[in-house]
């Protein structure tokens, strides 16, 4: 089986993408199913149209200076042509104000959204019958929760799982999503809301859980190819 070509975006996080980025790499390579180069340039590695084109999936662990028009446009142009998108965790707190960057991403960490303590919680799939979920267990997870994301210029999300964010932890008192899928014109988004790395901290707990790491690798997948054999 031919593998995935995949253009993993880092370099800038107000996380610590020194840690996140190659655990990611590791565990996308690992499965056989991808073939990942990475870049810490991606609004310069964006303005290459024809380079971008040789990927299937785009998987975003940057939160960072914008891009250049070049890049945006290219990019914009390239989820909408197909290209399946990734975006993990502070990822959702990029570029407010790019309305297509919004669409894309459907619920994002804007003004009002917030996190309690990082802490262990379960997560709940609330869609069992998808490729990505179908057969796989709840589990729990040591993490930051997102709440209260912003949902955004009226995008259709299909929650595939959320998280009790519990009171006493600082959070809501209620289920908060986690997975989460939308469509940017041809483009299938996966939003990976988990995958806390603290600046500085080399505390990789959140990636080891085997949840994530199944989930993460399953979403790649079907946003890349409509299919999931993982």
Not at 63 to 81: L, Q, R
Not at 115 to 124: A, D, I, R
Not at 155 to 175: D, M
Request: one cysteine or more; charged letters at 20%.
């Amino acid at each position: 089986m031919q593998k995935i070509g995949t253009l993993l975006l880092s370099g800038a996080n107000n996380h610590d993408w020194k840690y996140s980025t190659p655990v990611i790499r590791a565990q996308l390579e690992a499965s056989g199913r991808f073939e990942v180069a990475v870049t810490e340039d991606p609004s310069r590695t964006l303005e290459d149209a024809q380079a971008l084109a040789s990927y299937s999936l785009i998987f975003m662990d940057y939160n960072g200076p914008e891009w250049s028009p070049a890049a945006k446009t290219n990019f914009e142009a390239a989820v909408a042509g197909g290209t399946g998108l990734v975006v993990m965790h502070a990822a959702d707190n990029a570029f407010p104000g790019w309305v297509e960057f919004e669409k894309m991403v459907g619920l994002l960490w804007r003004e009002g959204a917030s996190h309690g303590q990082f802490h262990e919680f379960p997560v709940t799939f609330v869609d069992r019958e998808h490729p990505i979920t179908k057969g796989l267990p709840d589990y729990r997870q040591t993490d930051e929760l997102y709440h209260k994301l912003v949902h955004m210029h009226g995008v259709k999300c299909h929650v595939l799982a959320t998280g009790y964010s519990a009171v006493e932890t600082g959070g809501t008192g209620r289920q908060e999503p986690i997975h989460v899928l939308t469509q940017y014109g041809k483009g299938r988004v996966f939003h990976q809301v988990l995958g806390h790395v603290g600046p500085g901290n080399p505390n990789l707990i959140a990636f080891e859980s085997d949840g994530f790491r199944r989930v993460t690798l399953r979403a790649c997948e079907f946003v890349a190819t409509g299919k999931v054999t993982l």
